[in-house]
């Protein structure tokens, strides 16, 4: 619950992003490539906000695309060629992947045959790499997990061979997920000794995403020693690392408003104008427990007969019910400092990455509106949302 005035004059629900944590985040990944000499580029798979490009624009970043509509997004707002990556070409779509990218990793060594030719026609004007696949991670969870046994991302050491095929330059790897700089020294031992005998011959190496360097608990210094290290053993590698998360970490949030209190079992539920379903899905994905500002974070506990919690009894807490018809569209405990009541406004804390990205319009539940905050204190709307938007969506 807020009483914030600058708050209260977004419209509910919003995606709000501040400016000064953007810049913060921008600023320290900046930091981080200029002092280990390696190219830190954007995933648009994490975020894609595109009127907020102009802000790191001037921190000279560009950006990866894994569709042709990323590859022609960056070009457009981003003002660069990207670095595309798909996990599969097709005749269709390679000739605009060509177009808008300056680096094409393939996923196979079927779709760089299959492809490559178009590339060497052309002037090989796009700088061809092989996603490979180490068959080592520190993900735990299997949905994020690139190498997960039987995984069809990447080349392995196995169907690679020792013959690396004319027209590859680059090797990509993505093995991590919101990891740490250790999580990623782990890997580069498991990536050089199945494929460093091949690091000679290429022009750059590209270390995916999932270096959340931006969180409070990383270790930069020691990110950026690894990285001077690897590229002293290698200093004909170009190092390109394409974080998302560590972009938008923090930088701002979902608010949303209380439409409705209900209780069953002893369980107190607030419904709000907001879906976890539709508009934080990894809540229910992954699942995570986002935090909730001014709000405690409890476990559930035991229950008694009638389903309801006996520690919670006569104490202010609630499960936040979405607005969807899906039955578990809802995540809890939470404690609050006061009974909530509708028309109560609730912000969800680091809601930028992966959900504009991920919205959708299951069940006709509209977007979010989507605003910043800039420096100066001053709200900006951005975007919202009609039914025109759902209409058009859906036909």
Same mark, same amino acid.
Request: aromatic share 12%; hydrophobic share 35%.
């Given at each position: 619950?807020?009483?914030?005035?600058?708050?209260?004059?977004?419209?509910?629900?919003?995606?709000?992003?501040e400016?000064?944590?953007?810049?913060?985040?921008?600023?320290?990944?900046k930091?981080?490539?200029?002092r280990?000499?390696?190219?830190?580029?954007l995933?648009?798979?994490?975020?894609?906000?595109?009127?907020?490009?102009?802000?790191?624009?001037?921190?000279?970043?560009?950006?990866?695309?894994?569709?042709?509509?990323?590859?022609?997004? +960056? %070009?457009?707002?981003m003002?660069?060629?990207?670095h595309?990556?798909?996990?599969?070409?097709?005749?269709?779509?390679?000739?605009?992947?060509?177009?808008?990218?300056?680096?094409i990793?393939?996923?196979?060594?079927?779709q760089?045959?299959?492809f490559?030719?178009?590339?060497?026609?052309?002037?090989?004007?796009?700088?061809?790499?092989?996603?490979?696949?180490?068959?080592?991670?520190?993900?735990?969870?299997?949905?994020?997990?690139?190498? +997960?046994?039987?995984?069809?991302?990447g080349?392995?050491a196995?169907n690679?061979?020792?013959?690396?095929p004319?027209?590859?330059?680059?090797?990509?790897?993505?093995?991590?997920?919101?990891?740490?700089?250790?999580?990623?020294?782990?890997?580069?031992?498991?990536?050089?000794?199945?494929?460093?005998h091949?690091?000679?011959?290429?022009?750059w190496?590209?270390?995916?995403?999932?270096?959340?360097?931006?969180?409070?608990?990383?270790?930069?210094e020691?990110?950026?020693?690894l990285?001077?290290?690897f590229?002293?053993?290698?200093?004909?590698?170009?190092?390109?690392?394409?974080?998302?998360?560590?972009?938008?970490?923090q930088?701002?949030?979902?608010?949303?408003?209380?439409?409705d209190?209900?209780?069953n079992?002893?369980?107190?539920t607030?419904?709000?104008?907001?879906?976890?379903?539709?508009h934080?899905?990894?809540?229910l994905?992954m699942?995570?427990?986002?935090?909730?500002r001014?709000?405690?974070?409890?476990?559930?506990?035991?229950?008694?007969?009638s389903?309801?919690?006996?520690?919670? +009894?006569?104490?202010?807490?609630y499960?936040?019910?979405?607005?969807?018809?899906?039955?578990?569209?809802?995540?809890?405990?939470?404690?609050?400092e006061?009974?909530?009541?509708?028309?109560?406004?609730?912000?969800?804390?680091?809601?930028?990455?992966?959900?504009?990205?991920?919205?959708?319009?299951?069940?006709g539940?509209?977007?979010?509106s989507?605003a910043?905050?800039?420096?100066?204190?001053?709200?900006?709307?951005?975007r919202?949302f009609?039914?025109?938007?759902?209409?058009? %969506?859906?036909?």
């Open positions: 619950m807020t009483d914030n005035p600058i708050i209260n004059k977004i419209p509910s629900p919003c995606y709000v992003v400016e000064s944590f953007l810049r913060r985040n921008l600023a320290l990944i930091s981080v490539s200029e280990a000499d390696v190219e830190i580029i995933a648009f798979k994490a975020f894609a906000l595109w009127k907020a490009f102009p802000l790191f624009r001037e921190y000279g970043f560009v950006s990866t695309a894994s569709s042709v509509n990323e590859a022609q997004l +960056a %070009r457009e707002e003002g660069s060629l990207a595309a990556f798909s996990p599969a070409y097709t005749e269709e779509n390679f000739p605009v992947f060509m177009k808008y990218s300056s680096h990793t393939f996923n196979s060594l079927s760089f045959n299959r490559y030719p178009q590339v060497a026609a052309a002037g090989n004007t796009v700088s061809c790499g092989l996603r490979i696949n180490p068959e080592y991670s520190v993900v735990a969870t299997d949905l994020y997990n690139p190498c +997960a046994p039987g995984s069809r991302m080349v392995t196995h690679l061979g020792d013959t690396l004319e027209g590859i330059e680059g090797f990509h790897f993505h093995t991590l997920c919101e990891s740490s700089s250790f999580d990623l020294e782990k890997t580069l031992e498991a990536v050089e000794a199945r494929f460093g091949f690091f000679k011959r290429l022009k190496l590209n270390m995916g995403g999932g270096h959340l360097m931006t969180r409070k608990d990383y270790d930069t020691h990110l950026i020693s990285l001077n290290s590229r002293s053993r290698y200093p004909n590698l170009h190092v390109i690392l394409e974080p998302g998360s560590a972009f938008a970490w930088t701002g949030y979902l608010l949303t408003t209380v439409i209190i209900v209780e079992g002893g369980i107190k607030a419904i709000i104008d907001a879906s976890f379903s539709c934080m899905p990894d809540c994905e699942p995570y427990k986002p935090l909730i001014g709000a405690k974070d409890i476990e559930a506990g035991l229950t008694d007969s389903g309801g919690n006996p520690s919670h +009894a006569g104490k202010n807490v499960r936040i019910g979405g607005c969807s018809c899906l039955s578990g569209d809802f995540v809890g405990d939470w404690l609050f006061k009974p909530l009541k509708p028309g109560d406004r609730i912000i969800f804390e680091d809601m930028i990455h992966y959900t504009t990205v991920k919205t959708t319009m299951f069940n539940v509209p977007h979010p989507i910043i905050i800039h420096e100066d204190g001053k709200p900006e709307i951005y919202t009609t039914y025109e938007d759902y209409k058009n %969506r859906m036909c």
